[in-house]
C-alpha cells in the first residue's frame, strides 16, 4: 500500500535577509524559545539618501526577559547605559566618517542579546530617539519623525512591537555528568574531604538542552557517599561506613512528574592501615654527641611506613595497596615523646625507652608500632654517597589500557654529560648493627678530589671535563668530638659530550653610522648589531655566547667594525671612518680545534637616483625609462610620468625609497607640476616646453648627476589597440542592459613611443578628450556619442552592430555586437541572454525559449502574459514553468486564438532580476525571415498582496522578442534544459 498519510503539520516561517527601505527594522527569531535559551537580534537602518552618522536607541524588554548585553559594530563609537536588567540606552557615532558610502547605506546600528527566563509569551519594543546621517539631516523613519518605533518582522507579520514566543519547557528528561564516578575513600583515614562537581544537564522535546540548577532534588546513599543539598556535588568527609561495588544517586526535577534519574558510582574504603619503621631498635652512636644541647647523646632514626588496603564487596578480585603515609602523618601519636619524637616521617631516638606510634582515625587507634630506644652503643662503619642528576622514567608496556595495571621504571641518572650540570650528592651512614640512615647534606662537609673533572658547589657537584670525579663526603664530629666520625667517596662519571660545531647567528647588514639608511622610516640599517654563538650538540644548541672559553678574533675585520663586550650581550658595531665593504669574524674556542666564520658587510650610500616612467602606470611599465614626455596627437594633453626614487648602496644594493616621507623631488627648471602625496611617488605634469633636470634628496644625499628630460609638442599617435570594448559585452558578442541604459567603451592603446595607457574611460567620461571618434553603423539599435564614447540601448537588434573607435592621425578598431536587452522592473525578456535575442532557426527545428521577469527585488505573487507570433511560422508546442518556479499554480492557454500563447500564474515566492518563470517551446514551420517579430504583453505582475511591480499594466514588453536574426552562421547554443542547433 504505497498510499500517503498526513501525520503532522508543520508550519515553516520563511527567514529573509533585512533590506530595509526608508525604515528602521528588527529581524525577530523564528525558531521555538524555551527559558533558558539566549537569543540575538541586529538593529538595521536605511533611512534617507545619506548613511547614518550617529544614532540613539531605547530598548526595553517585558519582565519574563532579560537584556544580556548590547554591542555595536567596529565602525562606531558606541556607549551602552543600563538601568535594569529589562532597560538600556544606546547610542553611537561613525569614528571615521570620510569612510561612510556616499548615498543611501543600510547600516547594522547594533546588536541586542536577550535571555528567555519566563516560561510565557514575552515582547520587545525598541524606540529611535535621534537618527541623524552624514550630511546632519534627520532621518524620519517610515516619514515619522523621531522618536518612533522601530519596525519588528517576524513570522507574525511586521509590527512595531516585536512578539516572543515561548514554547513551553516540556522537559523529557535529565542527563547527570558527574566529573568522576569511582572513588578511594582516603577521607575515612585522614580526615580530608573528597569531592566531585555534578552538572545536570536538562533535555527538552525541542531537542535543546542546557545545564539546570533549581528546582533539583537529590539522594545517595549516605552511609556510602554524600550529596551537597544543591544537587551540584558529591562527597566524602570520613564520617561514612561502607564500601560499595555500585550505588545509585538519585536526581529529579522537583513537581516536573519524571520519574529519578540514576547515576551509578563505585566506593572503596580503607579495610586496613599497616605501620612500619625501618628499624624498631634505636641505639645510641658512639662519640656523635649533639654539641647544641650540651653534648647530649645522639640516637639512631628510622624511617615509618603506612600502606593501606582499599576494598569493596564483590565476588572478585576487589582489594589494592597504596602507601599512605603522607596522608596517615598528621594522625599518629607517639606514646612518650621523652623517648622519641616525630619528625615529618622519621622517627628520632632522643632517649632510653619503648615507644608505641599508633594511627589515630576519628579518635579511635587503628594500628600502631613499638620501637625501642637504647644505650647499646653502635658505630659508624662509613658513609656511601652517589651523585644523581637525575630521574628517567620509562613505561615498560607499549600500549597502555585504561582498564589494566601497567609497569613504569624510574632509573636514577648518575653521569654528568653537560659542563655545569649539577649532580646532588645522597649519603647514607652504614652502622655496626647493619642498620642504614640518610644523613641530611648540611651535616655533611663535601671537598673535590679532582676539581679538573667536577668542582663542588656547596652540596653538588658540578661537571668541569670527562672523566671519573670523586667526591670526599666526611661527618664530623663538631666541638664534642673533634675527629671524623665517618668518611665515605662519591663517584660521578662525567662523560662530556664535543661539541660538533661553533654557530653564530647572522649578521644584518650595518651602515656606516650617520648614512642615510639608517634613516629609513621602515627596516633602517642597523650600525650594531647583537652576536649569538651557541655549541652544537647532538640534538640540542647550548648557548656560548659569553662563555669565558669563546674567543673572537677581530685579525680579518678590515677595520670595518668592531666588538663591544657587555655583562649580558655581545655586539658588532660598524666604523665610524666611512670604510664599507665585507669584513670577517671569526669565532674559536679555548683549547679547541672548532672555528666559525661569519661575514659581517657594512655599507654606506653612494647616490639617489630618481627614474621616471609611464603614468599611468600599466604592467612593466616600471621598466620603461621616461626621458621625453610627448604632445598626445589631436588633443593638448602631455604625456605624465611617476617618479620613483633608489638609493645606490656600496655593495650595489638598491633600495627603494619612493615612499619616504623625507624624500624630495626637484625638476629645474619648473616646466612640470610636481604633485607628490605624503608617502606617494612624484607625479611629473608637463607644463611647459623644454628641457629640465630631474633630482632627488633624502636627508644628506643629493643626486649626484640629475636625470635630463625633455617635454616636447612633437605628437605621439595611437598604432594599436590592447583593448576596444564596452561594459556588459559578454562572451558571446552581446551588449545587455535594459532600454536607454548607458555604456562606456573600455579602450586601452599603445603609442608610437612604445608607451601605453589602458584605462582612457571612467565614469565621468574620457580621460583624455579628443583623443578617440566613436561612430556606429546603425541607429536603430543604439546610439553612440561620437566624443564621449558612449552607447545608449534603444531595443534588440536583429543584426550585429558594428562599431568603429578611431583616433585622429593614428589607428582605428572595429568590431561588432548584438543588443539583447534585459528586462527593467515588472517587464518581461524572451529568449537567449546571450547572443542575438531571437536567434533565426530552420525549418523543423524546436526551440526552447526561456521566459524572464524583474522583481524589482519584491516577492513575485502573480503574473500574467500573452505573446504573440506568426503562426505560419511558429507554433507553440508546449509551455513549462522555469528553473525559478518552484512551487504555486501554473497555467497556459496554447494557440487559442492562433498566433499567441497565454501564461502565467500565483508562483510560491519569486525573486530576481532575471528570475526564469516560465519557458516556451516553438517548432518552426518554415525558417523565419527577418521581417517576422515575436511580441509580448504584460497584463499582470504583483505580489502575493496584489502590489503593482513596475509601470501600469497591460502593457507591451520592452525586452521581450523582436525581429529574428539575419544573415549568420550556423552554430550552437546552450539553452540550459536541452541543446537546441539554432541557424543564424
Keep these: 500500500d504505497l498510499s500517503l498519510t498526513t501525520l503532522v503539520d508543520i508550519k515553516l516561517a520563511a527567514y529573509e535577509a533585512i533590506a530595509p527601505v526608508n525604515d528602521v527594522v528588527i529581524q525577530m527569531p523564528t525558531r521555538p524559545l524555551h527559558v533558558g535559551d539566549t537569543f540575538t537580534v541586529d538593529v538595521v537602518a536605511q533611512v534617507g539618501s545619506f548613511a547614518a552618522a550617529s544614532f540613539t536607541l531605547l530598548v526595553g524588554v517585558s519582565d519574563g526577559?532579560?537584556?544580556?548585553?548590547?554591542?555595536?559594530?567596529?565602525?562606531?563609537?558606541?556607549?551602552?547605559?543600563?538601568?535594569?536588567?529589562?532597560?538600556?540606552?544606546?547610542?553611537g557615532f561613525l569614528s571615521d566618517p570620510a569612510s561612510a558610502p556616499s548615498g543611501a547605506a543600510t547600516d547594522v546600528l547594533c546588536s541586542i542579546t536577550i535571555v528567555v527566563i519566563d516560561e510565557s509569551d514575552q515582547v520587545i519594543r525598541c524606540t529611535v530617539q535621534d537618527l541623524v546621517d552624514v550630511k546632519g539631516q534627520v532621518g524620519q523613519p517610515r516619514n515619522t519623525p523621531v522618536p518612533t518605533a522601530t519596525n519588528f518582522i517576524s513570522s507574525d507579520g511586521s509590527n512595531l512591537f516585536g512578539a516572543v514566543h515561548v514554547s513551553p519547557s516540556d522537559l523529557k528528561g535529565l542527563l547527570p555528568v558527574l566529573s568522576q564516578a569511582e572513588f578511594v575513600n582516603t577521607a575515612m583515614i585522614d580526615g580530608v574531604r573528597i569531592e566531585a562537581t555534578l552538572t545536570v544537564i536538562a533535555v527538552y522535546s525541542a531537542g535543546t538542552m542546557h545545564a539546570i540548577a533549581s528546582p533539583l532534588v537529590c539522594s545517595a546513599p549516605?552511609?556510602?557517599?554524600?550529596?551537597?543539598?544543591?544537587c551540584d556535588s558529591v562527597f566524602l568527609d570520613g564520617s561514612e561506613t561502607l564500601a560499595a561495588e555500585q550505588v545509585f544517586l538519585a536526581v529529579a526535577v522537583k513537581n516536573s512528574g519524571l520519574p529519578d534519574t540514576l547515576v551509578p558510582v563505585r566506593v572503596w574504603t580503607p579495610s586496613a592501615v599497616q605501620l612500619t619503621v625501618g628499624d624498631d631498635q634505636l641505639n645510641a652512636i658512639t662519640n656523635y654527641l649533639d654539641e647544641s644541647m650540651f653534648c647530649a647523646q645522639i640516637f639512631q632514626s628510622t624511617k615509618v611506613h603506612a600502606v593501606a588496603t582499599f576494598s569493596y564487596p564483590s565476588s572478585g578480585t576487589n582489594t589494592f595497596s597504596a602507601v599512605v603515609t603522607q596522608r596517615v602523618l598528621p594522625k599518629l601519636q607517639l606514646s612518650d615523646r621523652t623517648v622519641a619524637v616525630l619528625v615529618d616521617d622519621v622517627i628520632q631516638g632522643t632517649h632510653p625507652g619503648t615507644v608505641e606510634l599508633t594511627l589515630f582515625v576519628a579518635g579511635t587507634p587503628w594500628t600502631s608500632v613499638t620501637v625501642e630506644v637504647t644505650m647499646t652503643p653502635v658505630t659508624m662503619v662509613g658513609l656511601v654517597s652517589m651523585g644523581v642528576s637525575g630521574l628517567s622514567f620509562k613505561s615498560i608496556a607499549q600500549s597502555v589500557s585504561p582498564y589494566a595495571p601497567h609497569t613504569a621504571v624510574i632509573s636514577i641518572q648518575d653521569v654528568l654529560t653537560i659542563v655545569g650540570q649539577e649532580a646532588s650528592i645522597i649519603t647514607a651512614v652504614h652502622f655496626s648493627d647493619n642498620h642504614v640512615q640518610r644523613l641530611n647534606p648540611d651535616q655533611l662537609t663535601y671537598?673535590?678530589?679532582?676539581?679538573?673533572?667536577?668542582?663542588?658547589?656547596?652540596?653538588?657537584?658540578?661537571?668541569?671535563?670527562?672523566?671519573?670525579?670523586?667526591?670526599?663526603?666526611?661527618?664530623?664530629?663538631?666541638?664534642?668530638?673533634?675527629?671524623?666520625?665517618?668518611?665515605?667517596?662519591?663517584?660521578?662519571p662525567v662523560v662530556i659530550e664535543e661539541a660538533s660545531a661553533i654557530v653564530v647567528s647572522e649578521i644584518p647588514v650595518l651602515?656606516?653610522?650617520?648614512?642615510?639608511?639608517?634613516?629609513l622610516s621602515a627596516n633602517p640599517y642597523p650600525t650594531k648589531s647583537a652576536v649569538s654563538v651557541s655549541?652544537?650538540?647532538?640534538?640540542?644548541?647550548?648557548?656560548?655566547?659569553?662563555?669565558?672559553?669563546?674567543?673572537?678574533?677581530?685579525?680579518?675585520?678590515?677595520?670595518l667594525f668592531t666588538l663591544d663586550v657587555f655583562p649580558t650581550v655581545v655586539q658588532i658595531v660598524a666604523n665610524g671612518d666611512g670604510l664599507t665593504g665585507v669584513g670577517q669574524l671569526v669565532v674559536r674556542r679555548r683549547n679547541s680545534a672548532l672555528v666559525s666564520t661569519v661575514d659581517v658587510h657594512v655599507v654606506a650610500t653612494l647616490d639617489i637616483v630618481p627614474v621616471p616612467s609611464p603614468y599611468?602606470?600599466?604592467?612593466?611599465?616600471?621598466?620603461v625609462a621616461m626621458s621625453v614626455l610627448h604632445q598626445i596627437s589631436n588633443t593638448s594633453v602631455y604625456q605624465q610620468a611617476i617618479v620613483a626614487t633608489n638609493l645606490e648602496l656600496s655593495d650595489g644594493t638598491i633600495v627603494d625609497v619612493t615612499h619616504e616621507p623625507s624624500l624630495g623631488i626637484s625638476a629645474t627648471p619648473l616646466l612640470v607640476e610636481l604633485s607628490p602625496l605624503a608617502h606617494q611617488p612624484a607625479i611629473l605634469r608637463p607644463v611647459s616646453v623644454g628641457r629640465f633636470v630631474l633630482c632627488a634628496k633624502f636627508f644628506t644625499v643629493h643626486t649626484r648627476e640629475c636625470s635630463s628630460m625633455e617635454i616636447t609638442d612633437t605628437p605621439v599617435f595611437v598604432t594599436d589597440y590592447i583593448t576596444a570594448t564596452y561594459e556588459d559585452v559578454d562572451a558571446q558578442a552581446?551588449?545587455?542592459?535594459?532600454?536607454?541604459?548607458?555604456?562606456?567603451?573600455?579602450v586601452g592603446v599603445k603609442f608610437t613611443d612604445g608607451t601605453q595607457m589602458t584605462t582612457l574611460f571612467t565614469s565621468t567620461g574620457p580621460v583624455i578628450p579628443g583623443l578617440f571618434l566613436f561612430e556606429l553603423d546603425n541607429s536603430e539599435f543604439a546610439v553612440a556619442d561620437p566624443l564621449l564614447g558612449t552607447i545608449k540601448l534603444l531595443g534588440n537588434s536583429d543584426v550585429m552592430v558594428k562599431y568603429t573607435i578611431s583616433s585622429p592621425g593614428g589607428a582605428a578598431h572595429t568590431d561588432m555586437f548584438w543588443v539583447n536587452l534585459?528586462?527593467?522592473?515588472?517587464?518581461?525578456?524572451?529568449?537567449?541572454?546571450?547572443?542575438?535575442?531571437?536567434?533565426?532557426?530552420?525549418?523543423?527545428?524546436?526551440?526552447?525559449?526561456?521566459?524572464?521577469?524583474?522583481?524589482?527585488?519584491?516577492?513575485?505573487?502573480?503574473?500574467?502574459?500573452?505573446?504573440?507570433?506568426?503562426k505560419a511560422v511558429l507554433e507553440v508546442v508546449d509551455v513549462i514553468t522555469g528553473a525559478d518556479w518552484t512551487t504555486g499554480t501554473f497555467l497556459a492557454t496554447i494557440n487559442d486564438p492562433p498566433g499567441q500563447v497565454s501564461f502565467g500564474g500565483t508562483p510560491a515566492s519569486i525573486v530576481g532580476a532575471d528570475a526564469e518563470f516560465a519557458v516556451v517551446v516553438f517548432k518552426v514551420l518554415v525558417a523565419p525571415m527577418s521581417q517576422d517579430v515575436i511580441a509580448a504583453v504584460v497584463s499582470t505582475v504583483a505580489t502575493g498582496l496584489q502590489q503593482q511591480i513596475g509601470p501600469d499594466t497591460p502593457r507591451h514588453s520592452v525586452a521581450a522578442g523582436g525581429r529574428f536574426a539575419s544573415g549568420l552562421n550556423r552554430r550552437s547554443v546552450d539553452v540550459g534544459a536541452e541543446r537546441v542547433i539554432l541557424s543564424e
Excluded at 532579560?66 to 529589562?86: Q, R
Excluded at 522592473?825 to 526552447?848: F, H, K, R, Y
Excluded at 516577492?859 to 505573446?867: P, Q, R, Y
Design 535 to 559: 655549541l652544537r650538540y647532538s640534538g640540542r644548541d647550548e648557548a656560548a655566547t659569553l662563555d669565558s672559553d669563546t674567543l673572537y678574533d677581530l685579525s680579518q675585520a678590515n677595520g
Design 822 to 870: 534585459d528586462p527593467d522592473v515588472g517587464d518581461i525578456d524572451i529568449g537567449p541572454q546571450s547572443g542575438p535575442a531571437l536567434p533565426l532557426a530552420a525549418a523543423g527545428e524546436i526551440m526552447m525559449y526561456p521566459v524572464r521577469v524583474n522583481t524589482g527585488g519584491l516577492a513575485l505573487g502573480a503574473i500574467d502574459v500573452t505573446v504573440f507570433f506568426n
Design 447 to 492: 671537598t673535590a678530589q679532582s676539581e679538573s673533572i667536577a668542582k663542588v658547589d656547596g652540596t653538588h657537584a658540578v661537571a668541569v671535563a670527562s672523566g671519573l670525579a670523586d667526591v670526599r663526603v666526611a661527618l664530623h664530629g663538631g666541638s664534642c668530638f673533634k675527629e671524623v666520625l665517618a668518611e665515605g667517596v662519591a663517584l660521578i
Design 616 to 623: 599611468p602606470s600599466y604592467p612593466s611599465s616600471g621598466n
Design 734 to 746: 552581446s551588449i545587455h542592459g535594459i532600454v536607454s541604459s548607458t555604456h562606456q567603451p573600455i
Design 222 to 230: 549516605s552511609h556510602v557517599i554524600q550529596m551537597s543539598a544543591a
Design 65 to 91: 526577559l532579560a537584556i544580556d548585553s548590547i554591542t555595536a559594530p567596529a565602525k562606531w563609537s558606541s556607549k551602552v547605559v543600563t538601568a535594569d536588567a529589562h532597560n538600556a540606552g544606546v547610542s
Design 511 to 519: 651602515a656606516v653610522p650617520g648614512d642615510a639608511t639608517t634613516m
